[in-house]
């Protein structure tokens, strides 16, 4: 038996991740496979959960964790199909959107409340709904207005924290507009108008309102910077300036994240905050 090194999640020796030698867009498709593999055997009966083996540890309630388990995983699922490429398990995560935002399947989600770690989910759905089209074609009338009530109209009715959270209202809204779904335009312009004053220059944004100094992970590469760029991509026809605009402050800041890394591309596992 091959010794336990690494993430061994449902294996017994070396993660398949780690045996995928990196050459094409093939062997990137096939990484994101070894990935998602592992998910199978913790799929609720209705395919609208994932729970992992373990604690979380995590301050909000379990069924939001497993929610997190399912929606996370769309993230690279999501641009694996919009690629063209294929996954054997697709149908696991189509079935689990439409148990989930069924209120009367019993493993509904649950509507989200104020400050709701739904929302945070929200944004990986609502992603996947834009690039990934096979996703809403795969539902019928009823199935489409669930997801419409669960995912952008239950979260613009709801209050936010006031930092990158509200990008996952965006992205939650992007995603049914871009089916032809019900959303809110109004809300959409609004969360990014919002957003927008979180910016302190020189590519940087802060991660909540003027005041609030905080600038790690979240304002730059995990979150703030991330969803800017794919907000530019996927809105940049009807809205060519404020792409511009997001692609530039990508491209400034890129000059100050480099030096967060060394010439093998590692960095540190923490990043301190600071104020500028």
């Known amino acids: 038996m091959e010794p336990k090194t690494g993430l061994v999640l ?10 995928v030698k990196i050459t094409d867009r093939a062997s990137v498709q096939e990484l994101l496979r070894t990935l998602l593999d592992p998910l199978e055997p913790f799929f609720s009966p209705q395919k609208a959960r994932v729970k992992c083996p373990g604690a979380t540890a995590v301050r909000f309630d379990q069924t939001a964790s497993e929610v997190e388990g399912i929606c996370r995983p769309l993230w690279g699922l999501a641009c694996l199909l919009a690629g063209n490429g294929e996954y054997h398990g697709t149908e696991w995560w189509i079935q689990g959107i439409k ?4 209120p009367e399947n019993p493993e509904y989600w649950g509507y989200p409340r104020d400050n709701d770690q739904r929302m945070v989910e929200m944004c990986p759905l609502g992603y996947a709904l834009a690039v990934a089209p096979v996703i809403w ?7 489409r207005e669930n997801v419409e009530n669960w995912l952008g109209n239950s979260i613009n009715e709801k209050n936010m924290p006031n930092t990158n959270w509200l990008w996952f209202r965006v992205f939650a809204n992007l995603g049914l507009k871009k089916n032809g779904g019900k959303f809110s335009q109004e809300r959409l312009d609004s969360d990014i108008e919002h957003l927008n004053t979180f910016y302190r220059g020189g590519g940087w944004s802060n991660d909540g309102p003027e005041g609030i100094h905080q600038m790690d992970y979240y ?5 703030i910077q991330f969803l800017q760029l794919l907000y530019a991509k996927l809105a940049g026809e009807d809205e060519p300036e404020r792409a511009e605009e997001f692609k530039k402050r990508a491209q400034t800041v890129a000059l100050d994240l480099i030096h967060y890394y060394d010439n093998e591309g590692k960095k ?6 600071f104020e500028i």
């Open 268 to 273: 540190p596992t923490y990043l301190v905050l």
């Open 137 to 143: 074609q795969s539902f019928n009338d009823k199935e």
């Open 99 to 102: 148990s989930g935002t069924d």
């Open 10 to 19: 449902g294996y017994n020796g070396i993660h398949p991740f780690s045996k």
């Open 219 to 223: 304002s730059s590469s995990f979150a």
